[in-house]
């Protein structure tokens, strides 16, 4: 019997984190990690981070018991901090090696705004691989995504979507 193949989940944790504490509410990440599995069929979720400060460790093993796989972004040790964490070439060097290694996977969600993924974006849907963009809310998707067929994206403060992952 062949292997169903799955839909990969990509998300910028901090555009996401940005992007919705701007607007007063924070997202739940057990259900938004639920809404994922439910709404896309989302069989891997990956979470990735800029830096790892003891502060955080709390939501770091949150994540994780809400289904996230947790990639943090590699900073020299005197970098540590200091650095804002960057993780756009990360999560595209995850989606190519994923797409490259093996074809496991039938498409790919990403949760952020960030015009930087606007290349890999085209790619994946000239590829047939890309289901939607999900931005953390209606003012934080990039304008270089003006051009992207409804069927695409979504925001996550839609009511519809933002009752189901809100933490209350």
Do not use: C
Not at 7 to 15: E, V
């Amino acid at each position: 019997m062949e292997k169903e193949k799955t839909n990969l989940a990509f998300i910028d944790g901090q555009n996401l984190h940005l992007g919705t504490t701007q607007n007063n509410w924070k997202i739940d990440h057990n259900k938004f990690r639920k809404y994922l599995e439910d709404k896309y069929n989302i069989t891997e979720a990956y979470y990735f981070l800029g830096y790892v400060t003891e502060e955080e460790q709390d939501l770091y093993n949150n994540l994780q018991k809400a289904g996230f796989i947790v990639v943090f972004k590699e900073h020299s040790s005197a970098l540590k901090g200091k650095k804002k964490g960057n993780v756009d070439t990360d999560i595209v060097f995850e989606i190519l090696k994923r797409f490259i290694d093996n074809d496991d996977f039938n498409k790919i969600i990403l949760v952020s705004g960030d015009g930087n993924y606007k290349k890999i974006v085209d790619y994946l849907i000239k590829k047939d691989k890309f289901k939607k963009i999900l931005f953390p809310n209606n003012g934080f998707a990039s304008s270089l995504y003006n051009q992207l067929g409804s069927e695409f994206f979504d925001h996550l403060e839609n009511p519809s979507i933002k009752s189901k992952i809100e933490f209350k």
